[in-house]
T-cell receptor, first 112, second 113 residues
Framework: DGGITQSPKYLFRKEGQNVTLSCEQN?????MYWYRQDPGQGLRLIYY???????QKGDIAEGYSVSREKKESFPLTVTSAQKNPTAFYLC???????????FGPGTRLTVT | AQSVAQPEDQVNVAEGNPLTVKCTYS??????LFWYVQYPNRGLQFLLK??????LVKGSYGFEAEFNKSQTSFHLKKPSALVSDSALYFC???????????FGTGTRLLVSP
C-alpha cells in the first residue's frame, strides 16, 4: 500500500448524507483512480484522472463526484443519489503508459 | 471492449504443491496483463505484469505467469504453495488504446497446511 493513503479506514453514514473519502499519494503519479469493490464482482471503476484539473467517468460514475485540484489528492464524494453506497472503496495511482497501478489500503463505507 | 475472465471462484491446494490460478482475456489490440493479490480488508498488491517479450513473466513472492496469445490466457503459477499465499487474486487487462484497467472477478486461493 506504500505511498497512497486513504482515510478513514471505516466510515459510517446515514442515508441521505453525502460523504467524502480521502485519497492522497506521494508517488508523484499523474494518474489516479477510484474503484468500488463488492463481493463477487471484482473492482469497478468509478472515476479516473490523468492530470490535474481533469477527470473522466468510469463505468459506474452515477451518484459519485470527484475533484483533482492537486496532483497528490483525488477525493471522492459519495452523494445521496448513489443507490447502494455500502462498499469497499479503493484508490489507486500510476504513471502514464503500460504500468501497474498502486493501491491504497481502502475505505469501507457503511450507509444505514 | 476489454474483458477478463477468472473461471474459478476458489482454488484449493495443499502446501508444497504447485498452484495455478487461471485467467483469460479479450482485447482489441495488444494486451497489457497484470496480476494482483489482496489480503482481507487491504488494498491490492501488484504481483507481476506482461507488456511484451518473454511469455513467462516472473514476479514477487515466487509467483510467475505464462502469457499464451493463441489461447488468450495469462495463468498465474507458483511451483510450491505456502499457507501465507492464501488470499484473493485478481487478473487485469489493458489494451494499448486505453488508460483503464479491467479486472476479473477474483479467485480465492486457499492453501491448506
Amino acid at each position: 500500500d506504500g505511498g497512497i493513503t486513504q482515510s478513514p479506514k471505516y466510515l459510517f453514514r446515514k442515508e441521505g448524507q453525502n460523504v467524502t473519502l480521502s485519497c492522497e499519494q506521494n508517488l508523484n503519479h499523474d494518474a489516479m483512480y477510484w474503484y468500488r469493490q463488492d463481493p463477487g464482482q471484482g473492482l469497478r471503476l468509478i472515476y479516473y484522472s490523468q492530470i490535474v484539473n481533469d477527470f473522466q467517468k468510469g463505468d459506474i460514475a452515477e451518484g459519485y463526484s470527484v475533484s483533482r485540484e492537486k496532483k497528490e489528492s483525488f477525493p471522492l464524494t459519495v452523494t445521496s443519489a448513489q443507490k447502494n453506497p455500502t462498499a469497499f472503496y479503493l484508490c489507486a495511482s500510476s504513471i502514464p503508459g503500460p504500468y501497474e497501478q498502486y493501491f491504497g489500503p481502502g475505505t469501507r463505507l457503511t450507509v444505514t | 471492449a476489454q474483458s477478463v475472465a477468472q473461471p474459478e471462484d476458489q482454488v484449493n491446494v495443499a502446501e508444497g504443491n504447485p498452484l495455478t490460478v487461471k485467467c483469460t482475456y479479450s482485447v482489441s489490440g495488444n494486451p497489457y496483463l497484470f496480476w494482483y493479490v489482496q489480503y482481507p480488508n487491504r488494498g491490492l498488491q501488484f504481483l507481476l505484469k506482461y507488456i511484451t517479450g518473454d511469455n513467462l513473466v516472473k514476479g514477487s513472492y515466487g509467483f510467475e505467469a505464462e502469457f499464451n496469445k493463441s489461447q488468450t490466457s495469462f495463468h498465474l503459477k507458483k511451483p510450491s504453495a505456502l499457507v501465507s499465499d492464501s488470499a484473493l487474486y485478481f487478473c487485469a487487462v489493458r489494451d494499448t488504446g486505453f488508460q483503464k484497467l479491467v479486472f476479473g472477478t477474483g479467485t480465492r486461493l486457499l492453501v491448506s497446511p
